[in-house]
Nanobody
Framework: QVQLVESGGGSVQPGGSLRLSCAGSGRTFSTYAMGWFRQAPGKEREFTAAITWTGGTTKYADSVKGRFTISRDGAKNTLYLQMNSLKPEDTAVYYC??????????????????WGKGTLVTVSS
């Protein structure tokens, strides 16, 4: 069974940091582009960050540029999202996804080949 499982979510104060992980199992994701998406309460799911299968190219939503860093470890079949300088508006459920198409992964927030079930990040004082 192919799975993506997120971890590392939690509650943090504004200005704090969290590191999310997404562990893949059931197949290798080394040839897939992977990304993070988030869905805030009452809002649509939105693209957050993505990385190519080689790790050579990354893309970020404007709202997280300079604060979030996406990376991957092919040997561990794991995707990461380092989140710094967190703001209350970063509060959301964060999902990881994998897709064979970079264009599809970065063009929208639905229809990817594989999705995790999400991890909640709450930023509040």
């Amino acid at each position: 069974q192919v799975q993506l499982v997120e971890s590392g979510g939690g509650s943090v104060q504004p200005g704090g940091s969290l590191r999310l992980s997404c562990a893949g199992s059931g197949r290798t994701f080394s040839t897939y582009a992977m990304g993070w998406f988030r869905q805030a309460p009452g809002k649509e799911r939105e693209f957050t960050a993505a990385i190519t299968w080689t790790g050579g190219t990354t893309k970020y939503a404007d709202s997280v540029k300079g604060r979030f860093t996406i990376s991957r470890d092919g040997a561990k079949n794991t995707l990461y999202l380092q989140m710094n300088s967190l703001k209350p508006e970063d509060t959301a459920v964060y999902y990881c996804a994998a897709d064979s198409s970079w264009q599809r992964l970065t063009a929208g927030a639905y229809g990817m080949d594989y999705w995790g079930k999400g991890t909640l990040v709450t930023v509040s004082s």
